[in-house]
């Protein structure tokens, strides 16, 4: 995680910075983002799946802005994006789109022929009316865009509900099980305008059990055999998604990714060698895994509240429009007073926001020094993937800054919104 220290008046440090002095200056709530720690994840997932020749897209959903960009471009990384507005902001931090891969499963008109536009390097096709609209794009612009078939593979990750994708009865990609996939690969093939690089799959987030990543590898490995025997083609690329956990709390214990890597490409080496088809050129799509542990949100405390025999309530500045993670998944946080160390007992705590109901709950259960008070800083760590980007203005309240730390030095990377902004839009 975000390298944090405690310095000698007790308040957290990081990237040589203390949170007192980040308050001061950039104000409460904000993210703040370790860009060392965030570099090195993109190198260790570089390292580890480069080592079994394996290119790393980051996924941009988890928290994209023109400096993750350019972070992204010095670090050797891919990036995929899922929406026009991703892809726009690639383009405009200088992104080779040729490294960019745009997924989605309801691509407008506009966003495909941007992409196709642009150069994109693939395009993950996710239903029958796009092959449509994208063949006769295509064809209008006299160009062959590279494209890879999303298959549902039916793998049920053991995860929240909301956010595993690849079993069955869900909106994303082409069935395995239902001969879709093969399907949507063979007429693209027949057709010969689009050009199949391969297949796609990703079965969900925040996954901790590597076996989920195992099967599904198997799965669309038999179906990359049976494009093999039956049509005849080899393709050159196989995407396994992205989805790997990380740890919220103490209690959740991810893999490193050397310890996925290599699994996984031993899979995909055993299966192509029993298929007897040449080894596809991998790739991973891993959000949350690089950018979620790199970053904390910096609260300050309002008021406290115990309800006697219950617990105590601590409101902060901010909350569920800043990180809707835990009302919306039901998702775990820890806390920590960032801006003095305290001898003060335990108490049992919930940490909440401002906004108008119940459920704006950012921490649900944590143990606080007894003697918390309104103006200490609270940090809570671990979102720098799914807060910044899940944002709102719920309750007109203006969404927070990101501030990048490195080697003493802070930086805005993404300003705080303000009145003025949320008037902007209007009209009146
Ligand atoms: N590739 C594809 C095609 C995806 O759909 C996703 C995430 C990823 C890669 C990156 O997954 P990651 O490595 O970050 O787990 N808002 C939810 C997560 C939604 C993930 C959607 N797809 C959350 O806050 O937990």
New binding site residues.
């Given amino acids: 995680p975000a390298t944090v220290h405690r310095s000698d008046d007790g308040a957290l440090r990081v990237g040589g910075i203390s949170v007192t002095a980040l308050a001061e200056e950039f104000g409460t709530p904000a993210y703040v983002l370790d860009e060392e720690d965030f570099r090195a994840r993109c190198r260790t997932f570089l390292a580890a799946f480069g080592a079994v020749g394996a290119d790393v897209y980051y996924?941009g959903?988890?928290f994209l802005c023109k400096a993750v960009v350019r972070i992204l471009i010095e670090e050797g990384l891919h990036l995929?994006v899922?929406s026009g507005g991703e892809l726009a902001t690639a383009l405009a931090a200088g992104m080779d789109p040729a490294r960019i891969g745009l997924?989605g499963n309801n691509k407008s008109l506009a966003e495909l022929t941007r992409a196709v536009d642009a150069g994109v390097g693939r395009i993950?096709v996710d239903s029958h009316d796009e092959i449509d609209r994208l063949t006769e794009l295509a064809r209008e612009r006299g160009v062959r865009p590279r494209v890879m078939v999303?298959v549902t593979v039916g793998v049920e990750a053991h995860t929240?509900e909301?956010?595993a994708?690849a079993h069955e009865d869900q909106k994303?990609g082409f069935s395995l099980a239902g001969g879709e996939a093969f399907r949507a690969a063979s007429r693209i093939l027949a057709d010969d305008v689009l050009e199949l690089r391969g297949l796609?799959t990703?079965i969900?987030?925040?996954?901790f059990d590597t076996t989920g990543f195992e099967v599904s590898a198997r799965r669309i490995l038999s179906l990359h055999g049976r494009i093999r025997n039956e049509l005849g083609v080899a393709l050159p690329e196989l995407d396994l998604?992205?989805?790997?956990g990380i740890a919220y709390t103490s209690q959740d214990d991810p893999a490193h990714p050397d310890d996925l890597a290599g699994p996984m490409s031993k899979i995909v080496q055993d299966e192509c060698a029993a298929l007897s088809v040449a080894v596809p050129h991998l790739s991973v799509?891993?959000?949350?895994?690089i950018a979620g542990p790199a970053a904390f949100t910096l609260y300050e405390v309002g008021t406290v509240k115990e309800l006697v025999g219950l617990r105590t309530y601590v409101s902060v500045d901010g909350g569920m429009s800043d990180n809707i993670?835990t009302a919306?998944?039901d998702?775990s946080y820890s806390a920590t007073v960032a801006s003095r160390a305290s001898q003060a007992g335990p108490i049992l705590a919930r940490v909440v926001g401002k906004h108008c109901e119940s459920g704006d709950v950012v921490v649900k259960d944590e143990f606080l020094p007894a003697d918390i008070r309104p103006g200490d800083l609270l940090a809570v760590p671990g979102t720098g993937?799914?807060c910044r980007s899940?944002a709102s203005n719920y309750n007109h309240v203006p969404r927070p800054p990101v501030i990048a730390v490195r080697d003493g030095q802070a930086r805005v990377i993404v300003k705080r919104e303000t009145e003025d902004d949320l008037l902007a839009l209007d009209v009146g």
Avoid: V
Wanted: net charge positive; with cysteine; charged share 15%.
């Fill in positions: 996924a959903k988890a995929d899922c997924h993950i999303r929240h909301f956010i994708t994303f796609h990703h969900g987030s925040q996954i998604g992205g989805g790997f799509e891993p959000g949350r895994a993670r919306l998944y998702a993937a799914y899940m």
